[in-house]
C-alpha cells in the first residue's frame, strides 16, 4: 500500500505561482512512477506531468515551460512548481503513483488551485 498526502493548493492571481507537494509512505520502494493530474469543473480528469524513477519527466502540452515536476528521494516527496498560471489552470489537482512489477494506482485527496483573472 502507498499512501500520498498532498498540500499547497490555494488561491492565487493570474500570473503567479504556486508549489504542490505530494508526501509518499508505506510501499514506496514499489513506486514505478509518479504523476500529477487536475480536474477542472465539468471536465475529465487529465495528465499534467509524470516522473520516472529514473527522474524522466514528461508534461501535457498546456504547461510546458510552466510547470516542473520533481522529486526528492531524501523524503519521498514530489512536488510541482506552477509559474505564469493562467485561469484554465484552476482545478483540483492529484497526486498520482504507479507501483511495480504488482501494477496498482493509488491516489491522493486532491488539492484545490484557483487561479483569478
Known amino acids: 500500500q502507498v499512501q500520498l498526502v498532498e498540500s499547497g493548493g490555494g488561491l492565487v492571481q493570474a500570473g503567479g505561482s504556486l508549489r504542490l507537494s505530494c508526501a509518499a509512505s508505506?510501499?514506496?520502494?514499489?513506486?514505478?512512477?509518479m504523476a500529477w493530474y487536475r480536474q477542472a469543473p465539468g471536465k475529465q480528469r487529465e495528465r499534467v506531468a509524470t516522473?520516472?524513477?529514473?527522474?524522466?519527466?514528461s508534461y501535457t502540452d498546456s504547461v510546458k515551460g510552466r510547470f516542473t515536476i520533481s522529486r526528492v528521494n531524501t523524503n519521498n516527496t514530489v512536488y510541482l512548481q506552477m509559474n505564469s498560471l493562467k485561469p484554465e489552470d484552476t482545478a483540483v489537482y492529484y497526486c498520482n503513483a504507479n507501483t511495480f512489477p504488482v501494477v496498482r494506482v493509488y491516489w491522493g485527496q486532491g488539492t484545490q488551485v484557483t487561479v483569478s483573472s
Open positions: 516522473i520516472s524513477i529514473a527522474g524522466l519527466t
Open positions: 508505506g510501499s514506496i520502494f514499489s513506486i514505478n512512477f
